[in-house]
Every structure is written in structure tokens, then in C-alpha cells.
């Protein structure tokens, strides 16, 4: 049996810092989460997600009972986000990670400058709030001082790699967010940063998720408890160390994230295209690999709302008990049908929720249910759409937080009507990019190899036929909602809809 071997992964995400040791063993160790302060979607100083991971670091060591050299590699992974620099590596200003509300106009002006056809076919995206692209163009118009500095354009786990090794590296998934880049030819576009007006100057190289993106310096090691040189991997965007997580790296396969934000990821062999526009072309950490994918399918952003709103005093109360808010979630929804009775908690394209059909009869049981159906709901038109495109998985995995909660799980596979696996793992993205790093430093042949002991489901559930009918009668009428929320460019926020 070979001796023990540890990876630490490390996630950046809206909700705060994810970080996981993991073992070659299989086993998770230690696994933390760090808040930065703030809210989710709200600026946030860089520097607030460095002293989380040098406190958080330290603290998972402790935790898992390691010493900082027994830690071979390091993987990084993030949310969407722009952290702009000066030639002196200091972050020049507050960065939002997801989607900016702030950046509303500039959605209009990047497609005006590019064209929404072009940038189709450049970029294989659609303008949103979500975008480098985008922000850079909110600073331009709003940061005059900090456009005139700014030398480096970061995504969120770049600039943390940076602060560990400073080297400057991005990979092709989170590349790709950008709307500056090519997904087919994996290479920024020089037409889109002359149609914008972008500096080259300011991305930074782009290299495979598992190349070495630089080592650990004294300095840094010193402050978060770290050996120094210690290997840093370039890592991956979020959904694609989703998919990493689950297993999921080849066309038959697909990934959706149970919390989070949601993604919704379809390996490809090949770049392709969606022609109704709802899931994207983006590429996978792994090379020669492409993705279908989507974000805020089934999102936290439902739940976070019931827990915030609904059922505060029930989840404070639960959280110093020790116990997981959504294990009570579960036994509320557990007492109502299938169905919700008509009720549904949908999740529009570009961000937050609509109830629909709100009456005085429904129960907290029903808007609870209603919520963990709802990303189901949209999972499901996702799936009738790689049906059109002749993509049809094989496999169905779910992955993220909600994967160890069995009813959403379940409810997952009634809705969708075909067996789904669960990874049920805490941390999921620091888990995927934690595959990757021990893959990188030779402690696995290949990631497939690392996946097989690394990536394992720990259940899978079977469709329940009566339930399965009530949800194949009820997905009609989601499309259709799901549909008219997608085509609204400023979808609303949690609010009742009339049926």
C-alpha cells in the first residue's frame, strides 16, 4: 500500500474560501470554509480572500494533523471575478466575484462594440455581468485612476496563485469566461481585444490545468503556514473543477452542481454550439476537451433565500447546534407531495430566483420543496436541449454541497427521470482542483486514474415512477416560465408570480 500523500485545494467562490486536504488514499482529511466579510455578489477587497487563505491554510493543517512539507501540490480554483493590478502586483480596487449588478450597462455596450453575433462566434458567449470583458468595461467608464494603473487583468484563483508564487498564468476555462478568448482555437482573440480596446498586455499566459503554475516563495509560505516551494498548479475554473470533481472528463457524462452556482457541465469531444443560446461553449481543464455548459441551474441562490427569509431563526438556531440547515430543508420538504402543488422556485438566466404561483394554501414545506425542485426543473430543459443536439449523457452526476443531501438528490432524479450518482463531498471545487494537483505531481498516472480513487459516488439514486409522471406533467409549464425569465434582461428577484 503506498504511503499516504496530501493535495490541498482551495475554492473562491461568492459564498467565502472552500479549502480540502485531500489523501491518495481517497480519504478528505480536513475540509474548512473562510468567510471574507461582506455579502455575496458585493465588492470585496482581494486582500480579504489572501488573509483567509493564509489563516485558513494554517488552520486546516492543524486540523488534519500535517505538517506543512507533507503537502505536495497546491490547486486553486474560483468564481468569475476580475482583480486589476498595477506593475507592482498590489490590487488597484474592490473585485466582484460572479455576477457585477453594477456593470448592467456595459452588458449593452460589449455586444454594440462586438456585436452579438460576433461575439458568438468569437467567443462562443453571451454578454453578461459575469464577464472580465464586461467589468474591464464597467473600470474603464467608472475607475479612471485604476484604468490609467492597471497593468494585469486576474480571475480570482489567478490572483491568489499570484500571491503564493507571483507568477502570472490563467488557464483555458477560466480564460474562456473572459469573453475575450477564443474557445476553439484556445487562444485570446485578437479581434476582440481590438473591437474593445482591451490591452493584451494586461491576460496573462494561458497553460494547461495541471501544468506547474509557479512554487510557493519564502514569503508567502511564511505567512500561510506553507513549506516554500511547494508546487502551485495553474488549476481551473470553477465548473470545470466541478466536473473534475465528478468524475466527469469525457463526452457521456454529465456534471450539475447541487448548490453553489450551479453549473451545469457536458464534456465535449469537440468545440460545439447551442443554437437557442442556453448552454455555451467553453473548454475543459482537461486538453483536447470541450464543455456544454450553464450556471445557476440548480444555484444556492433558492435556498440561500429560505434560509435568509424564511427560515432564519430555524437555520442560526441549527448552525450552533452543529447541524446542517439543509438537512432541516429536507424534512420540511419531505412532508409535502411531489410537485409542490403547483408551486415553483425557478432560477432565470443571469442570476436570482421567481416563485410562481404563490397562494395562501402553500406551506414553508411547499416554498422549501418548490426550491430544491426548481434547479431540477431547469436541469431538465438543459437536458431536452442536448437532446436536440443529439448529446444525451449516459451518466447524470451530482456534485457540490447539496450532493450529500439525499431528498434534492432524489428529487434530481425523479425530475430528470434517470438514475443520478452523488459525490455527497464537501468542497467540491477544492476537491476537483485537488485532483488535479496530485495528478500533476505524479501521484496518479493520469486524472482518470485519479478520479477512479479520488472522484468516487458514494450513492445513486433510481427515478420513483409516481413521482417521475408528476414531474414530467408539471415541465411544461417550468419551460415555458423558464423560457420568458430567460429572455428578460433584468430578471427578478425572489417575488410570487401568478399561475
Not at 455586444?111 to 455581468?129: E, F, P
Not at 430566483?353 to 430544491?372: D, F, K, N, P, Y
Not at 476537483?432 to 445513486?460: N, Q, S, W, Y
Request: glycine share 10%; proline share 6%; hydrophobic share 45%.
Amino acid at each position: 500500500m503506498p504511503a499516504p500523500a496530501y493535495v490541498l485545494g482551495i475554492d473562491i467562490s461568492r459564498s467565502g474560501l472552500g479549502l480540502a486536504i485531500l489523501c491518495n488514499d481517497g480519504s478528505v482529511p480536513a475540509h474548512l470554509r473562510r468567510a471574507y466579510g461582506g455579502l455575496p455578489g458585493e465588492p470585496s477587497d482581494p486582500q480579504d480572500w489572501w488573509r483567509a487563505a493564509r489563516t485558513g491554510i494554517k488552520e486546516l493543517l492543524r486540523r488534519a494533523s500535517l505538517r506543512p512539507e507533507q503537502v505536495r501540490a497546491i490547486g486553486i480554483t474560483g468564481e468569475d471575478a476580475l482583480v486589476a493590478m498595477d506593475r507592482a502586483g498590489k490590487a488597484l480596487c474592490p473585485a466582484v466575484i460572479g455576477a457585477d449588478a453594477r456593470a448592467e450597462s456595459q452588458v449593452d455596450e460589449l455586444i454594440r462594440m462586438v456585436g452579438a453575433r460576433n461575439l458568438m462566434n468569437l467567443a462562443s458567449g453571451q454578454s453578461s455581468t459575469r464577464a472580465m470583458a464586461v467589468k474591464l468595461l464597467w473600470l474603464q467608464a467608472n475607475e479612471k485612476r485604476v484604468w490609467h494603473d492597471l497593468a494585469f487583468a486576474l480571475a480570482a484563483k489567478d490572483f491568489l496563485r499570484f500571491r503564493l508564487t507571483e507568477t502570472l498564468v490563467t488557464d483555458a476555462t477560466d480564460a474562456s469566461s473572459t469573453l475575450l478568448f477564443n474557445p476553439r482555437t484556445r487562444a485570446w482573440s485578437k479581434q476582440l481585444l481590438q473591437l474593445t480596446g482591451i490591452n493584451a498586455d494586461w491576460l496573462p499566459p494561458v497553460a494547461n490545468g495541471q501544468a506547474l503554475g509557479g512554487r510557493v516563495k519564502d514569503a508567502a509560505a511564511k505567512e500561510a503556514g506553507l513549506a516554500p516551494g511547494t508546487p502551485v498548479i495553474t488549476g481551473a475554473g470553477h465548473s470545470s473543477a466541478i466536473a473534475v470533481a465528478a468524475g466527469v472528463l469525457s463526452a457521456g457524462s454529465l456534471a450539475i452542481e447541487l448548490g453553489g452556482p450551479g453549473a451545469f457541465v457536458l464534456p465535449t469531444e469537440e468545440p460545439l454550439r447551442d443554437p437557442s443560446g442556453r448552454l455555451i461553449t467553453s473548454c475543459h481543464t482537461l486538453a483536447n476537451t470541450w464543455t456544454l455548459m450553464a450556471d445557476g441551474v440548480a444555484s444556492a441562490g433558492a435556498i440561500d433565500w429560505v434560509l435568509d427569509h424564511l427560515l432564519a431563526g430555524e437555520a442560526a438556531q441549527a448552525r450552533r447546534a452543529g447541524r446542517d440547515p439543509m438537512e432541516q430543508l429536507a424534512e420540511l420538504a419531505a412532508e409535502v407531495q411531489p410537485g409542490s402543488d403547483g408551486l415553483m422556485f425557478l432560477p432565470p438566466t443571469g442570476g436570482g430566483s421567481t416563485l410562481a404561483g404563490l397562494h395562501a394554501r402553500h406551506s414553508r414545506g411547499h416554498v422549501v420543496r418548490a426550491a430544491l425542485e426548481g434547479g431540477a426543473l431547469a436541469a431538465k430543459q438543459l437536458l431536452g436541449t442536448l437532446d436536440g443536439l443529439k448529446r444525451r449523457p449516459e451518466t447524470v452526476i451530482a456534485t457540490g454541497q447539496g450532493s450529500a443531501n439525499h431528498l434534492w438528490c432524489q428529487i434530481l432524479a425523479d425530475v430528470l427521470d434517470t438514475p443520478v450518482s452523488a459525490t455527497g463531498g464537501p468542497e467540491s471545487a477544492a476537491h476537483g482542483v485537488g485532483i488535479l494537483a496530485a495528478t500533476a505531481v505524479g501521484m496518479f498516472k493520469t486524472v482518470e486514474d485519479a478520479c477512479r480513487k479520488l472522484a468516487k459516488p458514494k450513492a445513486t439514486y433510481t427515478p420513483r415512477r409516481a413521482a417521475a409522471e408528476v414531474y414530467a406533467a408539471l415541465a411544461p409549464k417550468a419551460d415555458r416560465l423558464l423560457s420568458a425569465l430567460a429572455g428578460s434582461t433584468t430578471p427578478p428577484p425572489a417575488a410570487a408570480v401568478a399561475p
